[in-house]
Structure formats: C-alpha cells, structure tokens
C-alpha cells in the first residue's frame, strides 16, 4: 500500500473522510468520527512524521515539506473518487455529534480564519524573503545603497530585483482578500475585486487632486477629498493586511445572504453585483480606513512595549511556543508585515518582533536536533526520520510545525528545555539592544542577513538552538518508560515463541454475535487484530454486513477501509476478540 493509502485506511477509510485540505506541512482532515481513528497506526506509517487528534472530529496528520503530493495521491485513489458524498443533513449530524470545537467555540473559528487567510500565501512570502536576503547581502557588501529605502534610487537593474519582492508585499492586500473571503463562503474573486478597488494607482491619485485637502485624524495627518459629499480618506493600501480581513469578514455573511434571498438562476448575475455595490464604497470609505487605524492601534501596542527592548526581547520567545499551537501567532504576522510597510504608509520600515521570534525558532530547531541524535543512537528509526525531516525544514525553511506537532508537543519533557534556550536567546538581545529585520522573513539559516545587528543575531540565535540541543542530549526528551520502549522497539527481533490467547465466554459470544452480523462465517474470509484496540476484518459481500447489528452486540464502531475490508473498534480485548473470531469462522469451515 503506498502512505497515501495507509493514511486513508488508518483514518476510518474514505466514509469516515468528511473533508481534507492542507497547510504547509499538515494534512487537515474533517472526520465524520475522530474516535476510531488509532493514532500509533497513523505515525507508524512511512513519510508520517507525526498525528495530533483534536476537538470537533478534527484529524491532523503531520507530513512535511511533501504535503501536497500526499495530498494530491489522497484525492487521486480510487476509493476516494468513489465515496459517496455526505448529505448535508448527514454532515450537519456528524457536526452535531463531533460537539464543539471548544468552550468558547467562535474564538477557535476566528482564530482559523485567520490562520486560513494567511497560510495559502506561506510560499509566496519565503520565496520573497529570500530575494530579501540577497539584497540585504549585496548592500552588506557595499555592492547597492539602502535597498529598503524607497527614497533611494537604485540602478535600473537593480531596481527591477527589487521589484521582484515588493510585487508579493504590496499586493499581500488582494491575496488576503482572497483567501478571507473564500473562507468565509464568498466568491474568493469578488472580494479580490473590492479590494482592488483601493490598489488602483487612480484611487490614489484622487489625493493629488486640486480639490483634496488636509486633515488629522486620530493624530495623524491624511487626505480627504469629498465624493458625493462624503469625505474619503486616501491611504495607500499596499502591504496592509487589516482591511481585507475586515472586508471578506462583512462579504462573507453578505454574500450568504445574497444567495438566500435571490433564485438560483439569477446568482450568477445579481449576487455580485449587489455585493459590488454595497461592498465596494463600504471598503473604501469606512472598512478600509477602519482597518488601516486598527492595524496602527495594534502595533503601536506592541511597539509601547518595545520601548523596553530588554523585556520585549524575553516576552516573545518565551510567548511563542505557546501562541502557535494555538495560532494565535497570525495577529503578531500581521502586524510585522504592517511594520515594514514605508513610514508614508504608517509603517516603521523595519520589524522588530521577528529577531526575538528568531530565538524561539531556533530554541525549537536545537530541542529537533538533540531528539535526532538521540533516535540516531537509539537506532529508533521513525524518529530519526521524523526529526531529520523536521530538522531540515526548519534550518532551510523556518517551518516549526514539523518540530512542534511531530515531536514537541507529543513528550512533555521537551517544553521546559526549548523555554530555557528561548529565554538566553531573548536575553541575549535584550542585553544587545534589541533587533531590526529590513523585511518579512521565515526565521532561518538563509535569512540571517536581514536582521540588524547581524552579529548579535547569530550569537543570539546559536545560544538558544546550542542551550536547548545540550538540554535534550543531556537529559533525554522521553520519561524513562518511554525510553525503555524506544529501544525495545529497536532491538533485533528474536524468533517468535507461540503464543497462547485466552479467550473467554464473553469474548467467545461476543464473537459469535459479531460474525453473524457480518454476514455469517461463509461471508468472513480472514479476521486479523491490528493495533491495540481494532480487528481488520475482510469480507466476501459488503451488502451482508449489518452495521447496527455489530453495535447492538456491543460493538464500538464498525468502519468501511475498502473494498471488503472493515476495521472494527473492538477495546483493548481486540486480540481476544479477534481469536474468537478466527476460531468461529475455523470451525465452520471444517
């Protein structure tokens, strides 16, 4: 079977699918029930490199760099095309049953929403970092001036590199717009299309008209110029982030709405239209300048607390190990990339939270390395691959999610070294004066030369990955049963000795009850118990398996993998269970 396959069958098979999609490194499934899904099955897979089950029948599976080719494989099995699709009442049901995502469940919801409308553009922004880097280097070098000032006129050739990356900040606006609103249920490409509208080098050029005028607002000074008698701000909205979130969030329940109310052989037509009007001077008089002043409000928060550096330096990286797991890093993203925007666009220019933040990656890459060493000792070799694929990503890519939900946040004992190695890096810059980065960058090994002072970044960010490596090498990651287990796993197996399975009165009519409602012994070709709690079982004719049947006999679910193949939930007696079974279906047969 290839990982694709495996992944599907150890997830309750393509019926218990009820969605899939994917960020950067994770597979993120919608199941119809989160409990049959066995865990230790899904991370012994080859190519997973972690699983973590969450609320409301959620299902992660941790993969990688290569997520979107297992993705891909997923969608393109058999199995999956074939699947009959869920009725929405059955979805509704399944949603019903799953509870909700928590105590205060529009918390995670928006939380998700803003992790949606940012993490489709992940690649977008590495790929630029990098360019930002290069020309960082070359003005390092003394080879072009201040490359981040746009005041500075640069070479012609020069100049179009640094077109290359800006082109990706300035219209981060029209990708947010996008990703936020096809969250919310919107036509993705109305609401790029709204958000356009204040992009348009025609909306800005309404500032330098004769009849635009100066005024204060909120203590700052911008232009007003009167439409239909209505005062409209300029602002340039390149880079800003805040007003598309705050547009597709109004979009979202409009455009719902919208479809409700109009016959569906007219939504083509009417259902953008109608948003177009109400949307579009809605966005450009009140959500675009709500949301510039609330992105202003926010960072000039963070920016009061890094009138203390030293403080600022310590809280960061000792708040982000908990903030991701959670997501509620994506406001702080936001704010950085609002931070780099030029001072004409109230902006600062330069960020100062991602040096900080770097001490956190780099605490988190040193906790992955000292685990790899260990598994390499060990010769445990899942780990070992699951650390040096994690390893990798983080040191080229400044991806932690690999590290964080493959190994960290599956063994307790590492969170107390990474936060050691978290606070002698933020010491580190706090003693130095704090941080500036020149542009948006995924904390890595190829992005150092955007950051300022470069050297008391390295030292930095050496002192945490070197604290938090010694820590993990010293005094292990695991509890010592899981160590004992770690190497148990590890050593050669030994020639079998036979093994004998009590099975009981109850397991034998718990059996007996099963295999009947299975179709009887004919229609059960093999019984095989897999992992702890599950018995695969495979079948002559599916039409015969009585699925009520096998939970009125005490069954706790009974799912379809494939073709012929069912996993049934049978508890920790799952090999008793199966040995009955097998012994029914024997006897019958003889």
């Known amino acids: 079977m290839s990982t694709a396959s495996e992944i599907v069958a150890a997830v309750g098979g393509p019926e218990n699918i009820q969605s899939l999609t994917h960020c950067a490194t994770r597979l993120r499934f919608q199941l119809v029930d989160g409990s049959v899904v066995d865990t230790a099955t899904v991370e012994s897979i080859n190519g997973v490199m972690g699983a973590v089950p969450q609320s409301g029948d959620r299902y992660q599976v941790i993969i990688g760099g290569g997520v979107q080719t297992v993705y891909n494989e997923i969608n393109e099995l058999p199995e999956m095309s074939n699947r009959r699709q869920l009725t929405d009442e059955e979805i509704k049901a399944a949603a019903r049953a799953g509870g909700v995502r928590g105590r205060f469940a529009w918390v995670d919801s928006f939380f998700e929403f803003l992790s949606d409308s940012f993490r489709p553009i992940l690649g977008a922004l590495l790929g630029a970092s990098l360019i930002i880097t290069f020309m960082s280097l070359m003005a390092t070098l003394g080879i072009i001036g201040n490359w981040a000032d746009s005041r500075v006129v640069l070479p012609p050739s020069w100049a179009f590199v640094n077109l290359m990356w800006r082109a990706v900040f300035y219209f981060i606006p029209l990708m947010v717009a996008y990703n936020a609103s096809k969250k919310l249920g919107a036509d993705p490409w109305v609401g790029f299309s709204i958000m356009a509208l204040v992009l348009l080098p025609g909306f800005a050029d309404l500032g330098k008209d004769a009849a635009a005028y100066d005024a204060v607002v909120f203590g700052s000074s911008v232009k007003l110029i009167d439409v239909f008698g209505v005062p409209l701000t300029i602002f340039d909205y390149g880079s800003q982030v805040f ?26 037509i009417f259902v953008p239209f109608l948003s177009f009007i109400i949307m579009l001077p809605l966005t450009a008089f009140l959500i675009g300048p709500i949301g510039v002043y609330a992105g202003a409000g926010l960072a000039g928060a963070l920016q009061w607390i890094n009138q203390w550096p030293f403080v600022f330096a310590i809280l960061i990286p000792l708040a982000y190990p908990f903030m991701v797991p959670l997501g509620l890093h994506w406001p702080i993203n936001a704010i950085m990339l609002l931070n780099l ?13 991602q040096g900080p933040m770097g001490a956190w990656n780099f605490a988190c890459f040193g906790a992955t390395a000292g685990v790899m060493v260990l598994a390499m000792r060990d010769r445990d070799q899942q780990m070992r691959q699951t650390a040096s694929g994690a390893l990798v990503a983080g040191l080229l890519g400044g991806i932690t999610e690999p590290s964080l939900y493959g190994i960290h946040l599956r063994f307790k004992r590492i969170y107390p070294r990474i936060l050691a190695g978290c606070a002698i890096g933020g010491l580190i810059i706090g003693f130095g ?24 970044y390295v030292i930095a960010i050496a002192a945490a990955f070197f604290t938090t490596f010694s820590l993990v090498l010293s005094f292990d990651y695991r509890t010592p049963e899981e160590k004992a287990a770690a190497r148990r796993a590890a050593e050669p197996a030994e020639a079998a000795e036979p093994r004998v399975i009590v099975v009981g009165d109850v397991e034998t ?53 494939g073709e012929g193949v069912w996993h049934l939930i049978a508890g920790l007696e799952a090999v008793q269970y199966a040995e009955g079974m097998r012994r029914r279906v024997a006897s019958s047969a003889s």
């Open 509 to 561: 009519n718990q059996a007996k009850q099963w295999v009947t409602a299975l179709g009887g012994e004919g229609n059960v070709r093999s019984v095989e118990a897999i992992a702890e709690t599950r018995v695969r079982v495979e079948v002559t004719d599916d039409s015969k398996v009585d699925v009520d049947a096998l939970k009125r006999a005490g069954l706790t679910a009974a799912v379809k993998v």
């Open 433 to 456: 004066g704090g941080l500036k980065a020149s542009g948006f960058a995924f904390t890595s090994l190829l992005t150092i030369g955007i950051f300022t002072p470069t050297l008391l």
């Open 243 to 268: 007003p598309p979130l705050l547009m597709a969030g109004l979009l979202g329940p409009l455009y719902k709405l919208f479809k409700k109310l109009i016959p569906e052989n007219l939504q083509l």
């Open 341 to 353: 925007t030029p001072p004409a666009q109230g902006g600062l220019g330069y960020d100062y939270i």
